[in-house]
């Protein structure tokens, strides 16, 4: 079993309120059908996206009430973006952008070759002015942080304003491995799991998110 690097975990933001860990709890259960699991993830991803983004900047504005005038707090949606990593990455997406539908989003596609364990990129698509924006990356797990760790070079060099990670599993390797390539980006989840097995997979974990959102299992 891999030890956690304690200066990697201070980096790592747990959301364990009552209803994330009710509801991952359920999606963990191998017995949850797929559209029980899509409907727990995108409602999973809403409550999540609430802690992601606390410290988003806002700006006053200058509104009517029903009553009087008043100055209040927006944030400017349209300056984050939500990179997803494809193609388990879209299963969080709409459970964010429910949160936040003013911001863009961006897509990577990587793939894990099964011999090397290391990620392979086959596309990449983002907005514009992206020196502009806030970046937050999406991934159901966060398994031996390779794929993320080479998503987020990748990403550094469109030289966002500042880049986090979101995922519902994470644990220790994975955890270590983003530290170690980008120890300034932070990580939040909802749970770290005990281990990775021989093939790369979460222990306990959910199983291949992938495939449960899409139902190719």
Known sequence: MTPLNPAARANVHLIDHPLVQHKLTLMRNKEASTNSFRRLLNELSSLMAYEVTRDMATQDIEIDTPLEKMTAKVIDGKKLVFVSILRAGNGILDGVLSVVP??????????????TLQPVEYYFKMPKAMEERDIIVVDPMLATGNSAAACITRLKVCKPKSIKFLCLLTCPEGINTLYKEHPDVEIYTAAIDRELNDHGYILPGLGDAGDRIFGTQ
Do not use: M, N, T
């Open 102 to 115: 003013g911001a863009r989003v961006g897509h990577i596609g990587l793939y894990r070759d099964p011999a």
